[in-house]
């Protein structure tokens, strides 16, 4: 097993882009077998996690996506986004994704608090993120780290709609202090 201490979160790069599309596939099936049809998932995954719509999101500013590795192998990745508000700074975790067999050992947990540091530093005040209402192993996880309800809403996936719970956490100084 791996613990917390072995496994490394660093900003993503051009050339982690294929293995993040792999890791959204593989955690997509795993994760939304059951809700999602797998035509949808399909249609869905080709088009947010083909690699050249990806690359805008690397080195590019407002946006934060990081990756996670364990023995130089990358196993999950997070993304979070600035969100245009008029009088106050958000970001949204927009994606934050862990190969099945990875999870449970601490890198999700490492990358949500890499990127609440990250924001923190950047003057965010508030972080959102949108989990799938059946999603209850998700929605505790953001639970357990600050995240509390702020709606839910629905989103058209290919032919369904998808219900959504939507969450938000402050971000303040307490997260530059967060290991």
Not at 9 to 15: G, K, M, P
Not at 80 to 108: D, S, W
Not at 122 to 134: H, K, L, N, R, Y
Not at 154 to 160: H, I, N, S, V
């Amino acid at each position: 097993m791996i613990n917390q201490k072995e496994h490394l979160v660093r900003l993503v790069t051009y050339a982690d882009l294929p293995e993040i599309a792999h890791i959204a596939r593989v955690t997509w099936d795993d994760t939304y077998n059951d809700t999602i049809a797998s035509e949808n998932r399909r249609v869905f995954l080709e088009r947010a996690y083909k690699v050249e719509n990806l690359e805008s999101a690397v080195d590019t500013p407002g946006h934060w996506f990081y990756v996670a590795e364990v023995d130089k192998e990358v196993v999950g990745f997070g993304h979070f986004l600035k969100r245009y508000h008029p009088t106050q700074a958000r970001a949204e975790l927009v994606r934050l994704y862990v190969l099945p067999h990875c999870q449970n050992m601490g890198i999700g947990t490492t990358i949500l608090k890499t990127g609440f540091a990250t924001l923190a530093s950047a003057g965010i005040e508030q972080c959102f993120v949108s989990v799938q209402a059946s999603n209850m192993m998700a929605r505790k996880f953001y639970e357990r780290y600050g995240f509390s309800y702020h709606r839910n809403h629905g989103q058209f996936l290919g032919t369904q709609i998808i219900t959504l719970v939507e969450y938000v956490r402050p971000i303040g100084e307490a997260d530059l202090r967060e290991e």
